[in-house]
Protein backbone atom coordinates (compact mmCIF):
# COMPACT_ATOMS: atom_id res chain seq x y z
CA UNK A 1 0.00 0.00 0.00
CA UNK A 2 1.26 3.73 -0.92
CA UNK A 3 -0.15 6.74 -0.63
CA UNK A 4 -1.69 7.39 -4.09
CA UNK A 5 -3.18 4.13 -3.95
CA UNK A 6 -4.53 4.94 -0.47
CA UNK A 7 -6.24 8.27 -1.86
CA UNK A 8 -7.54 6.23 -5.06
CA UNK A 9 -9.71 3.88 -2.26
CA UNK A 10 -10.78 6.57 -0.61
CA UNK A 11 -11.65 9.96 -2.82
CA UNK A 12 -14.99 9.58 -4.12
CA UNK A 13 -16.65 8.38 -0.95
CA UNK A 14 -14.91 11.58 0.86
CA UNK A 15 -15.63 13.68 -1.57
CA UNK A 16 -19.25 12.37 -1.84
CA UNK A 17 -19.56 13.32 2.35
CA UNK A 18 -17.66 17.08 1.10
CA UNK A 19 -21.22 16.97 -1.02
CA UNK A 20 -23.18 16.54 1.83
CA UNK A 21 -21.50 19.10 3.93
CA UNK A 22 -21.17 21.68 1.79
CA UNK A 23 -25.14 21.33 1.42
CA UNK A 24 -25.48 22.24 4.90
CA UNK A 25 -22.22 24.87 5.46
CA UNK A 26 -21.78 26.45 2.01
CA UNK A 27 -21.65 30.00 2.44
CA UNK A 28 -21.78 29.95 6.81
CA UNK A 29 -18.72 31.76 8.44
CA UNK A 30 -17.00 29.35 10.20
CA UNK A 31 -15.18 29.32 13.53
CA UNK A 32 -12.91 26.46 15.78
CA UNK A 33 -12.21 26.68 19.57
CA UNK A 34 -9.59 24.21 20.25
CA UNK A 35 -10.40 24.30 24.19
CA UNK A 36 -13.64 22.72 23.08
CA UNK A 37 -13.29 21.24 20.14
CA UNK A 38 -16.45 22.61 18.68
CA UNK A 39 -16.17 23.84 14.74
CA UNK A 40 -19.21 26.06 14.37
CA UNK A 41 -20.56 27.48 11.35
CA UNK A 42 -22.56 30.96 11.77
CA UNK A 43 -25.47 30.01 14.80
CA UNK A 44 -26.77 26.92 12.33
CA UNK A 45 -24.53 23.86 13.14
CA UNK A 46 -21.89 23.05 15.38
CA UNK A 47 -19.66 20.06 15.47
CA UNK A 48 -17.26 18.61 17.30
CA UNK A 49 -13.97 18.34 15.15
CA UNK A 50 -10.12 17.66 15.96
CA UNK A 51 -7.14 18.81 13.69
CA UNK A 52 -5.67 16.70 11.56
CA UNK A 53 -2.84 19.14 10.71
CA UNK A 54 -2.16 23.14 9.03
CA UNK A 55 -1.06 24.14 5.53
CA UNK A 56 1.45 27.56 5.73
CA UNK A 57 1.43 29.69 3.26
CA UNK A 58 4.83 31.05 3.61
CA UNK A 59 7.03 28.11 2.97
CA UNK A 60 4.00 26.33 1.01
CA UNK A 61 4.24 23.55 4.09
CA UNK A 62 2.30 20.87 5.72
CA UNK A 63 2.27 20.43 9.49
CA UNK A 64 0.85 17.27 10.81
CA UNK A 65 -1.17 18.36 13.89
CA UNK A 66 0.89 15.74 16.20
CA UNK A 67 3.97 17.56 15.15
CA UNK A 68 3.09 21.07 16.16
CA UNK A 69 4.79 21.88 19.21
CA UNK A 70 4.26 25.49 19.14
CA UNK A 71 0.73 25.36 19.85
CA UNK A 72 0.74 23.01 22.54
CA UNK A 73 -2.66 20.84 21.56
CA UNK A 74 -4.72 19.61 23.40
CA UNK A 75 -4.44 15.56 23.06
CA UNK A 76 -7.60 14.70 22.19
CA UNK A 77 -7.98 17.15 19.40
CA UNK A 78 -4.79 14.91 17.87
CA UNK A 79 -5.71 11.19 17.85
CA UNK A 80 -6.93 11.02 14.60
CA UNK A 81 -3.78 12.18 13.20
CA UNK A 82 -2.08 9.85 15.01
CA UNK A 83 -4.13 6.96 13.50
CA UNK A 84 -2.97 8.22 10.25
CA UNK A 85 0.53 8.18 11.88
CA UNK A 86 0.41 4.83 13.12
CA UNK A 87 -1.25 3.52 9.47
CA UNK A 88 1.87 5.49 7.93
CA UNK A 89 4.56 3.71 10.21
CA UNK A 90 2.74 0.08 9.37
CA UNK A 91 2.49 0.52 5.90
CA UNK A 92 5.19 2.42 5.04
CA UNK A 93 3.94 5.25 3.90
CA UNK A 94 5.92 8.52 4.84
CA UNK A 95 3.05 11.11 3.64
CA UNK A 96 1.46 9.78 6.89
CA UNK A 97 4.08 9.34 8.93
CA UNK A 98 6.83 11.95 8.27
CA UNK A 99 5.74 15.52 10.19
CA UNK A 100 6.40 18.06 7.86
CA UNK A 101 6.03 18.11 4.07
CA UNK A 102 5.99 20.32 0.69
CA UNK A 103 2.39 20.93 -0.34
CA UNK A 104 3.50 19.67 -3.59
CA UNK A 105 3.81 16.17 -1.73
CA UNK A 106 0.24 16.57 0.26
CA UNK A 107 -2.13 18.87 1.15
CA UNK A 108 -5.03 19.03 3.62
CA UNK A 109 -7.45 17.83 1.03
CA UNK A 110 -6.46 14.83 -0.06
CA UNK A 111 -5.49 13.89 3.52
CA UNK A 112 -8.50 14.95 5.16
CA UNK A 113 -10.31 12.36 2.33
CA UNK A 114 -7.90 9.60 3.22
CA UNK A 115 -8.92 10.27 7.07
CA UNK A 116 -13.00 10.24 6.12
CA UNK A 117 -12.27 7.05 3.96
CA UNK A 118 -10.34 5.19 6.23
CA UNK A 119 -13.28 6.02 9.09
CA UNK A 120 -11.97 8.50 11.36
CA UNK A 121 -14.42 11.40 11.03
CA UNK A 122 -17.89 12.42 8.51
CA UNK A 123 -16.14 14.85 6.68
CA UNK A 124 -13.16 17.40 6.60
CA UNK A 125 -13.41 21.07 6.33
CA UNK A 126 -10.55 23.03 5.20
CA UNK A 127 -10.53 26.11 7.14
CA UNK A 128 -8.55 29.48 5.58
CA UNK A 129 -6.68 32.12 7.62
CA UNK A 130 -4.68 34.83 7.02
CA UNK A 131 -1.31 32.50 7.15
CA UNK A 132 -2.86 29.32 5.64
CA UNK A 133 -5.42 27.05 6.23
CA UNK A 134 -6.17 24.63 9.16
CA UNK A 135 -7.62 20.88 8.62
CA UNK A 136 -10.49 20.03 10.63
CA UNK A 137 -11.94 16.55 11.08
CA UNK A 138 -15.61 16.37 12.06
CA UNK A 139 -16.02 13.59 14.09
CA UNK A 140 -19.76 13.69 15.81
CA UNK A 141 -21.01 10.10 15.81
CA UNK A 142 -24.06 11.79 13.31
CA UNK A 143 -24.67 14.36 10.84
CA UNK A 144 -27.77 15.64 9.76
CA UNK A 145 -28.05 14.10 6.74
CA UNK A 146 -29.26 11.34 4.99
CA UNK A 147 -28.55 9.25 1.99
CA UNK A 148 -31.68 6.90 0.61
CA UNK A 149 -30.81 5.86 -2.60
CA UNK A 150 -27.26 5.28 -2.62
CA UNK A 151 -26.80 3.32 -6.05
CA UNK A 152 -28.51 6.14 -7.86
CA UNK A 153 -25.83 8.90 -5.90
CA UNK A 154 -22.56 6.82 -6.77
CA UNK A 155 -24.03 6.99 -10.57
CA UNK A 156 -24.54 10.47 -10.41
CA UNK A 157 -22.06 11.49 -8.66
CA UNK A 158 -18.94 9.26 -10.52
CA UNK A 159 -18.37 10.50 -13.48
CA UNK A 160 -18.59 14.25 -12.11
CA UNK A 161 -15.90 13.33 -9.75
CA UNK A 162 -13.55 11.75 -12.32
CA UNK A 163 -14.08 14.74 -14.54
CA UNK A 164 -13.27 17.02 -11.74
CA UNK A 165 -10.84 15.42 -9.77
CA UNK A 166 -7.64 13.31 -11.27
CA UNK A 167 -8.39 9.67 -10.64
CA UNK A 168 -5.48 7.37 -11.36
CA UNK A 169 -6.71 4.50 -11.37
CA UNK A 170 -11.39 4.41 -12.32
CA UNK A 171 -12.29 0.55 -11.91
CA UNK A 172 -10.51 0.51 -8.32
CA UNK A 173 -11.89 4.09 -7.21
CA UNK A 174 -15.37 2.89 -8.21
CA UNK A 175 -15.37 -0.32 -6.26
CA UNK A 176 -14.46 1.19 -3.37
CA UNK A 177 -16.54 3.87 -3.58
CA UNK A 178 -19.36 1.21 -4.23
CA UNK A 179 -18.19 -0.99 -0.82
CA UNK A 180 -18.32 2.62 1.33
CA UNK A 181 -22.15 2.08 0.80
CA UNK A 182 -21.66 -1.67 1.84
CA UNK A 183 -22.28 -3.14 -1.82
CA UNK A 184 -20.04 -5.95 -3.13
CA UNK A 185 -19.52 -5.67 -6.87
CA UNK A 186 -18.80 -8.68 -8.60
CA UNK A 187 -15.16 -8.15 -10.73
CA UNK A 188 -13.94 -9.08 -13.84
CA UNK A 189 -11.48 -7.74 -16.06
CA UNK A 190 -13.00 -4.42 -17.59
CA UNK A 191 -16.24 -4.35 -15.68
CA UNK A 192 -18.33 -4.24 -12.17
CA UNK A 193 -21.30 -5.40 -11.72
CA UNK A 194 -23.94 -4.67 -8.92
CA UNK A 195 -26.93 -7.40 -8.59
CA UNK A 196 -29.56 -7.90 -5.82
CA UNK A 197 -31.67 -10.77 -6.10
CA UNK A 198 -30.14 -11.89 -9.48
CA UNK A 199 -31.23 -8.87 -10.86
CA UNK A 200 -28.39 -6.15 -12.54
CA UNK A 201 -28.19 -2.78 -10.82
CA UNK A 202 -25.20 -1.66 -11.97
CA UNK A 203 -22.45 -2.23 -14.93
CA UNK A 204 -19.58 -0.09 -14.88
CA UNK A 205 -17.21 -1.07 -17.81
CA UNK A 206 -13.28 0.26 -18.36
CA UNK A 207 -10.66 0.17 -21.03
CA UNK A 208 -7.38 -1.66 -20.50
CA UNK A 209 -6.32 1.35 -18.56
CA UNK A 210 -9.34 0.83 -16.20
CA UNK A 211 -10.43 3.98 -17.57
CA UNK A 212 -14.40 4.24 -17.28
CA UNK A 213 -16.07 3.63 -20.59
CA UNK A 214 -19.87 3.12 -19.51
CA UNK A 215 -21.82 3.00 -16.09
CA UNK A 216 -25.38 2.07 -17.01
CA UNK A 217 -27.45 1.49 -13.62
CA UNK A 218 -31.07 0.26 -13.11
CA UNK A 219 -32.71 2.56 -11.10
CA UNK A 220 -36.19 1.63 -10.21
Same mark, same amino acid.
Given at each position: ?????????????????? *??? &??? !?????? =?????? $?? *??? $??????? &???? $??? &?? =?? +? #? %?? %? #??????? +??????? /??? *??????????????? +???????????? @??? =?????????? /???? @? =??????? !??????????????? @??????????? /?????????????????????? $? *????? +?? @????????? /????????????????????? #?
Amino acid at each position: MDYDTLLNQHLCFAFDRQ *LLL &ADL !VEDLDW =GYDVST $GL *LTF $GDRYEFQ &AEIL $GTE &AA =GD +S #S %WL %W #SWANEMS +SLPPERT /QAA *LELKQLGEGEGIPEL +SDARHSLSVVNG @HAL =GMIAVGQKLG /QAYY @H =GPHAQGA !VLLLIVEPEMPWSVD @HSLQRITANFP /QIIAQMEVADHKNALFHYLQHY $G *LEPKV +SA @HALVVEEDG /QELLQATFDELNRLQELKASL #S
